[in-house]
């Protein structure tokens, strides 16, 4: 069941402070809909703060206030709010490394669209929809919360970029009409795109040259798979989300079915090996999000991850069998 918007719009009007939060390695869709929440409830006078574990990522500081996102500083103590959102998030972990600065919350608001998301917390929402920003449109729409040009910006940005430019399966004609009325309320569509898609750092193409150049196809053409290692993210200065979307080229491949990207991540206290692996399908009748949770991950059927304990040379040859019977049997 999901709660009513009545119920989250008076959650926003009754508490004074509030913590926003997303899911680490944040994508549009995440701060858009952080920056969005907080936004509304700042108009509502309320107390804000915007936690991201990887705080503000330089390729979105042109979300209006973005300069609001930040991770919390590692010798701060808890924080107590009365109010915790979570937007786009599927498991309360992914959170991250924030919630260790997370104190006592009288409230959790979980407000998502995955379908795998575990319904944590107290006010839940999971809406079946292309993007957490559609969700929050209807509901900013729906009731008399504040809705704002800035809001409306970064939910065009949200829900643009988590349909890869409104193009994705699952795009509806509620997606236009949603974004038909963001423009209505001031979103700058040509300014807002040039800054999601046609604005990188030279080492971003430099990345793409190597991932390239390390495609293997496999299953007549059907697969592709590529990976970068710590030595390659080091040697290119990777950031944290320049990887995001690369997989992408993989998956445009027109014989493609499946294509799997792996990143080798920095061996942690654990001291074991682990690779980051994202998974793209084209077709509903391969599910990467079944994949993905052989290896304990999750997402949605098209798109989907898992980090997985192992060289990038073991995982990616587990994964890519798991992926081949995927195929075999559909
Ligand atoms: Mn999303």
Redesign the pocket.
Known sequence: MNAPFDEIASAFRKYESFCVMSHHRPDG??YGSQLAVALCLRELGKEVVVWNEDGLLPKFAFLPHSELIHAPAEESERRSFDCLVAV?CSTFLRLGRPLRKLGEVKRTLNLD?HHTNERYGNVVHIADAP??GELLYELFAATDLPFTRAMAECLFVAIST?TGSFQYRGTSARTYEIAADLVRRGADVARLSQACYDTQPLRRTQLLREVLNDLQLSAGDRVATSAVSLAQAAALGLQPGDTEDIINHLRAIDTVQVAAFFEEMRVVSSGQPAVRTSLRSKSEAYDVSAICAQFGGGGHRLAAGARIGGTLAEVRERVTAAIHAALGAA
């Open positions: 869709d995440a786009d669209h993007a957490t988590d």
